[in-house]
């Protein structure tokens, strides 16, 4: 699908550290927890419906590059399979997490996902 957005970033903190405190969190800028895969290193987020989409499903899954940092993979994607037009919404919802993340550990916050 057209809409669907993806943001690869690293951070040089433990994966463990990254990923405990993002699991921790119940809302990052409106984005809601909807659940906590412990076992794959992901945590689920949804956005509500506003006057442009119907909501978006957000994944940011973690890695461990074996150097002692953590690699991330922030996605995000419509809520109705049938969204053809995002409006620049999924772009600003990985835009956002990243900042989030990259702020709460104080690194600097280097591009975006267009």
């Given amino acids: 699908m057209a809409c669907e957005r993806q943001l690869d970033f690293y951070l040089p903190v433990p994966v463990m550290d990254?990923?405990?405190?993002?699991?921790?969190?119940?809302?990052?800028?409106k984005m809601k927890?909807?659940?906590?895969?412990?076992?794959?290193?992901?945590?689920?987020?949804?956005?509500r419906a506003n006057m442009?989409?119907?909501?978006?499903?957000?994944?940011?899954?973690?890695?461990?590059?074996q150097d002692g940092g953590c690699r991330i993979i922030v996605e995000s994607k419509p809520a109705m399979a049938?969204?053809?037009i995002d409006y620049g919404k999924n772009a600003e919802n990985c835009n956002s997490?990243?900042?989030?993340?990259?702020?709460s550990f104080h690194q600097p916050l280097n591009g975006q996902v267009r």
Avoid at 52 to 65: A, V
Avoid at 97 to 103: A, G
Wanted: charged share 20%; net charge positive; glycine share 2%.
């Fill in 18 to 29: 990254v990923f405990n405190y993002v699991a921790s969190q119940k809302e990052i800028y």
């Fill in 33 to 47: 927890l909807a659940a906590v895969d412990r076992a794959n290193f992901k945590v689920f987020f949804k956005h």
């Fill in 52 to 65: 442009l989409t119907w909501g978006e499903h957000i994944t940011i899954s973690f890695y461990d590059p």
């Fill in 82 to 84: 049938t969204t053809l």
């Fill in 97 to 103: 997490v990243r900042q989030f993340i990259l702020s």
